[in-house]
């Protein structure tokens, strides 16, 4: 690909054009927008007056304490003027004149992102030893971030030689949740739950969820709340229970834990009986907020179908259809890469310019994430030569991994039964469809 994908433009404070009707078919089976979309800078605020009496007040502004906030002790903030060994050194004789755990454990940190900056594997592995040798020390002495951190660096594997060790991960964050570590009570939860260096324990599970939520962890209070609304780790169903740890989680949603946002506007979007009422307006905003506020991707992804199609009571709006589609694209979302391709194909007056190679692009992002309709896509682009070169030996791979992931198109053009069809552009429906 000689073009990155282009950065697309945020919502204007006014428009009223609609996407440009041409004759390529790229849908499912709904109707295309027939009447132009009235715009809105932005999805549209609640007032009290207007919510249901199943809404919680949702702060405005969340600022929460960081747990494991560590960037202020990365290489290169303290490093720009001295050498990392003359960093070290200095910080290494700092740690050892006091008894802080706290600085300590800093300086442990610190000798970790060193060791990820390090080109030299000897010095990295020094560096890493180093830190190891401190924080058990620490954690011998009860220290519960050093605790936490060791753990997790256990976990994921970067300190010792075979790997991840969950074996050793799992009572570090015992421990650590002893000493009131919110973060550490909920890494143990999972590890009972999914029986990671522990048996699987759910009464255990749901114990240390609790722990961790009693300290106000979003995590912990989303779990509990989706296993009472699905009846999950042996718990009976409880939807309303549910609705209120989700809602409380809601309340204290961070970046790093979003789900809370957006499994309570699912909920308010489909409602349950006698506990969440309908309100496609709430969802909406709960949608945004996560979308905006918290960079979810699913979220800014259902607004942008939201937008394109004018559903939960959303006027069709091709600008903030793309704008939102494109906060999801940008992290990896891979059905929100392919509406993109749908967008780029067609274009929007004003808006965004038609352009083959950006829809190719996008297209080939969802694809290299196995999205089975855009294997198929970039097949045929490729093999007819849309925004790309006419490529037919690419374009028959193509056309088997998407044969493989399950696309009937695919499967029916490797045995021969779509040759020869003409391609029109048309963009119709909830899918980008190849014909």
């Not at 143990?188 to 599970?205: H, N, Q």
Request: with cysteine; proline share 5%; net charge neutral.
């Amino acid at each position: 690909m000689s073009t990155p994908p282009q950065p697309l433009p945020k919502a204007p404070e006014d428009n009223s054009s609609m996407m440009q009707q041409q004759q390529f078919y790229i849908g499912g089976n709904s109707s295309a927008p027939t009447s132009p979309a009235t715009s809105s800078a932005s999805p549209r605020a609640m007032t009290p007056s207007s919510r249901s009496s199943s809404y919680v007040a949702l702060p405005t502004s969340l600022n929460p304490d960081q747990l494991l906030d560590h960037s202020h002790l990365k290489p290169g903030a303290q490093a720009s003027l001295l050498s990392y060994a003359q960093t070290i050194n200095m910080y290494r004789e700092n740690a050892k004149k006091t008894n802080s755990p706290e600085v300590q454990c800093d300086f442990a940190v610190f000798m970790v992102e060193a060791a990820k900056s390090s080109t030299d594997e000897q010095e990295r592995l020094e560096y890493l030893n180093e830190a190891e040798k401190l924080l058990k020390q620490l954690s011998a002495r009860g220290h519960a971030e050093s605790q936490y951190y060791l753990g997790n660096l256990y976990a994921t594997g970067l300190i010792g030689k075979k790997g991840k060790n969950e074996d050793k991960a799992f009572p570090l964050f015992v421990q650590a949740t002893k000493h009131h570590h919110p973060d550490a009570a909920y890494r143990a939860a999972k590890c009972y739950e999914e029986g990671i260096g522990c048996r699987k324990d759910y009464s255990k599970a749901i114990q240390f969820y609790k722990k961790a939520a009693t300290q106000n962890h979003p995590a912990a209070m989303f779990r509990l709340g989706m296993a009472h609304v699905n009846g999950e780790m042996g718990m009976s169903k409880n939807a309303r229970e549910g609705v209120k740890w989700l809602k409380t989680a809601t309340e204290a949603a961070t970046v790093e834990f979003p789900d809370a946002v957006y499994e309570l506007a699912v909920l308010h979007e489909k409602g349950i009986d006698n506990v969440v009422f309908v309100d496609a307006d709430y969802a909406v905003s709960l949608y945004a907020r996560a979308a905006e506020e918290l960079n979810h991707a699913q979220s800014a992804f259902r607004l942008g179908q939201c937008y394109e199609y004018g559903k939960l009571n959303c006027k069709q709006d091709p600008a903030l259809s793309i704008h939102y589609y494109t906060i999801a694209a940008q992290q990896g979302h891979r059905e929100a890469c392919f509406a993109l391709t749908a967008w780029y194909l067609v274009g929007s007056p004003g808006i965004l310019p038609q352009s083959d190679e950006q829809a190719y692009i996008w297209a080939r992002q969802a694809a290299e994430k196995e999205l089975p309709k855009a294997e198929y896509a970039v097949g045929y682009f490729t093999e007819v030569g849309i925004g790309t070169v006419k490529n037919p030996n690419e374009a028959m791979e193509w056309y088997k991994r998407a044969a493989e992931h399950g696309d009937k198109r695919a499967i029916q053009r490797l045995q021969g039964k779509v040759d020869g069809q003409k391609m029109s552009k048309k963009k119709n429906g909830d899918d980008c469809t190849i014909m």
